[in-house]
């Protein structure tokens, strides 16, 4: 039986992580290493599901963090998933894990994307344009920020005086919910059945 090897990549809370783990049996996948750029409650997570992790401090490593990057990542990786990751992937990187790279965006790309636009400032900016819908959306990373193509959306309605935050508490629930489902269908186009 082959398994579906995911690599995931945290810089925070490890939201995302958590509702990766809860999924994995259900879809088919196994999360086989935790990467984290600095100490984040991701870690703790990761210890309290006894899920193998890695810290790679990007201020003392510096530019060779990708390097060592790369030799952490097992050789049986099929995806290497991004859950609210920091460091921009570099070309060299996304050339090498073309199409097997993915990464969850708090906005409808190609809306509200690219240097600057993460967490609560996306948010932020959609409620200033008074934009009628928000929601996340599953892409493939690469070489440039969030322009790679989408996997998958969902859309949800912006409601009247909400703040960026409850905004984003809301476009939370639904990444965690389409996080998981498009790493199934990947497997499934891939044809790795568990």
């Not at 996948?29 to 870690?43: F, G």
């Not at 240097?115 to 344009?129: D, F, P, S």
């Not at 928000?134 to 959306?153: K, L, M, N, P, W």
């Not at 389409?178 to 186009?189: D, F, G, V």
Request: charge should be positive.
């Amino acid at each position: 039986m082959k398994s579906f090897n995911i690599v995931v990549c945290a810089s925070g809370g490890g939201g995302n992580f958590r509702s990766l783990i809860k999924y994995q049996c259900d879809y088919g996948y196994h999360i086989s290493l935790l990467i984290v750029d600095r100490e984040c409650p991701a870690i703790k997570i990761a210890k309290e599901n006894g899920i193998s992790y890695s810290v790679l401090e990007k201020k003392v490593l510096g530019k060779s963090f990708f390097e060592e990057f790369e030799k952490i990542v097992p050789i049986d990786t099929n995806l290497i998933v991004l859950a609210g990751f920091l460091p921009i992937i570099p070309k060299w990187i996304c050339e090498k894990w073309e199409r097997k790279i993915i990464n969850i965006h708090p906005s409808l790309l190609p809306k509200y994307g690219g240097k600057g636009m993460y967490g609560v400032k996306v948010q932020e900016a959609i409620l200033r344009n008074h934009e009628k819908y928000a929601g996340c959306t599953v892409h493939y990373v690469d070489s440039e920020i969030d322009t790679g193509e989408i996997i998958a959306q969902k859309k949800i309605l912006v409601m009247e005086n909400e703040s960026a935050w409850e905004l984003g508490g809301r476009v939370f629930n639904e990444e965690i919910i389409l996080l998981p489902l498009a790493i199934k269908h990947i497997r499934e186009a891939m044809k790795v059945i568990p």
